[in-house]
């Protein structure tokens, strides 16, 4: 369970990223309560994870998941440049993070 608790937060720290880009086009009461929602569940998990899983693998993956996709969501919804190198370091990122998941 401590694996999907990281990976929701992972995916919360990405939902996060994305309202920050959200607040500072539409400056509103909506996207700062989705801003906080989204890194508040985001450590919330985080924390969970972190009972049973090492910190240093926790903090490495969670900020892995959380880099990578926030990367990925903008290359999909902004426009962000999609050159091959760019795209391979982020598997690069993710492919630590699924490292550290196999030797934990």
């Not at 090492?54 to 993956?61: F, I, Q």
């Not at 926030?70 to 982020?90: Q, T």
Request: proline residues 2%; aromatic residues 14%.
């Amino acid at each position: 369970m401590d694996w999907v608790y990281l990976i929701l937060a992972g995916i919360f720290e990405m939902f996060g990223v994305l309202m920050i880009n959200k607040l500072n086009k539409d400056r509103n009461v909506t996207s700062f309560l989705l801003l906080f929602a989204g890194f508040g569940l985001s450590f919330v998990f985080l924390s969970l994870a972190m009972k049973t899983l090492p910190m240093g693998t926790a903090y490495a993956v969670w900020t892995g998941i959380g880099a990578s996709g926030g990367a990925i969501l903008g290359m999909i919804f902004y426009g962000e440049p999609r050159n091959m190198l760019r795209i391979l370091f982020i598997a690069m990122v993710l492919g630590s993070a699924v490292g550290l998941k196999l030797v934990s």
